[in-house]
């Protein structure tokens, strides 16, 4: 009895909060669908577009929750949830801005969705999961490789490949790769082998994002390892080593390569550069403010009009549009996450979920960390893109695939209970 009641209570809690999320997005949706809707009725002929894609994103979202539900009564949902509120927020954004960013971030969300379920499954067993590990690691690098090779400069960075209308960011996809690899490698060490092999793995990785001049990716990844290795080895030492070493490095790269540090002249001094280099983040902290509590509203910011404003500079649009409260609660959202994360490493079955797990979830807060404190000029501009909300799609389908190795944690706690 006590069983069949829990059950109950979680399908009305996912339930309740599917309304919720679903109110949430009407609402962020409706000034964009009515434009849409007076169009139509001015013109026989109007694009419905917008309509559509914001139809298939909410009757996706239900199908999804609600099969999964089905599937499996005992599971906990809050974490798809919390997926699909942050990026309909995203979808919102894109479709402000344009019809065909619309559409292509809801396939990117719909691939985003197929990438979480299947490596759900996948990582269900670690010995598929081990099996496998280095030929992950070796298409990783391959895929960066390629990058270099084929991959032209866009806005000072090597890291696109256009394919049509189509661009991609292999370092995205790679993202999902290092933390399986790590996860995978160290699950069973004894020895410094295993992490003096991922060292080298991490190492090539991060060398290839420096010569892609991706700075903040490859500042990500280096946190990205050093959190995987202290989560195995608990060696303070080695990893103060590695620290200096890395400090050292990015030092002389400094010294040597002038235009790198360049990029960071205007730190802490955007307010000198209000019409030049600063110029992106002073409109950021104007525009912000300008929101207030609870923002202008969807489509009615002007941070709109300036470059960047739905990749890099997305968090001062949530904050101008939707508001300073939505802003910091998108924030706390991550920061519960981790805690979620780190929690529930301690009761995992395997190390592999408690490594693959807390690193996405540090992942996912540094990358978030980055772009937040990038655009408010409290850290550097590195140029990261908000989780989930940034438009892109390989970078969606990457922060779906990190939530599948925190989403590994229920079902490695299920098994234990079963």
């Not at 419905?48 to 199908?63: C, M, N, P, R, S």
């Not at 000072?156 to 394919?163: D, E, R, S, V, Y």
């Not at 990785?205 to 700075?215: K, N, W």
């Not at 929101?291 to 969807?298: C, F, M, R, S």
Request: glycine share 8%.
């Amino acid at each position: 009895m006590t069983a069949d009641k829990s059950v109950k209570n979680r399908g009305f809690r996912l339930s309740f909060v599917l309304l919720l999320l679903t109110a949430f997005q009407l609402i962020s949706f409706a000034p964009l669908a009515e434009r849409a809707i007076a169009e139509l009725l001015a013109n026989e002929s109007a694009d419905l577009t917008l309509l559509y894609v914001f139809a298939a994103f909410i009757a996706g979202e239900w199908i999804y929750l609600c099969t999964a539900r089905a599937i499996n009564r005992r599971g906990r949902f809050e974490l798809e949830a919390a997926a699909f509120f942050l990026s309909g927020i995203g979808l919102a954004i894109c479709a402000s801005i344009d019809d065909d960013y619309a559409v292509k971030q809801l396939i990117a969300i719909g691939l985003g969705v197929l990438t979480f379920t299947v490596l759900s499954w996948f990582i269900k067993s670690t010995d598929r999961a081990m099996a496998l590990r280095t030929p992950v690691a070796v298409a990783a690098l391959a895929l960066l490789a390629l990058n270099l090779v084929l991959a032209e400069t866009t806005n000072g960075a090597l890291n696109w490949i256009t394919i049509g209308s189509f661009s991609i960011q292999p370092s995205e996809l790679v993202k999902i790769a290092f933390i399986f690899v790590g996860a995978s490698t160290l699950d069973k060490l004894q020895t410094t082998r295993s992490l003096t092999a991922y060292l080298v793995f991490s190492v090539t990785c991060v060398g290839a994002l420096f010569l892609m001049q991706d700075f903040g990716t490859a500042l990500i990844f280096f946190f990205t390892f050093i959190l995987i290795a202290f989560m195995r080895s608990g060696d303070v030492r080695t990893i103060f080593l590695v620290c200096v070493g890395a400090l050292l490095g990015a030092v002389l790269i400094l010294l040597f390569k002038p235009y790198v540090a360049a990029r960071f002249a205007t730190y802490r001094h955007i307010w000198d550069f209000i019409n030049d280099k600063g110029f992106q983040q002073t409109r950021v902290l104007i525009y912000s403010s300008s929101g207030g509590l609870l923002g202008l509203g969807v489509g009615q910011g002007r941070l709109r009009n300036v470059f960047a404003a739905s990749t890099d500079l997305v968090f001062g649009m949530v904050c101008e549009e939707w508001g300073i409260l939505l802003g910091i609660f998108v924030i706390l959202l991550f920061a519960f996450i981790a805690f979620y994360a780190f929690r529930g490493a301690r009761k995992a079955s395997s190390a592999f979920y408690s490594i693959a797990a807390v690193s996405a979830a540090g992942m996912l807060l540094f990358q978030l960390s980055l772009n937040v404190f990038g655009v408010t000029d409290l850290l550097p501009l590195t140029g990261v893109t908000l989780p989930f909300i940034s438009r892109g799609g390989t970078s969606m389908i990457c922060s779906w695939g990190l939530f599948a190795f925190i989403k590994s944690l229920d079902f490695s706690l299920n098994n234990d209970r079963g």
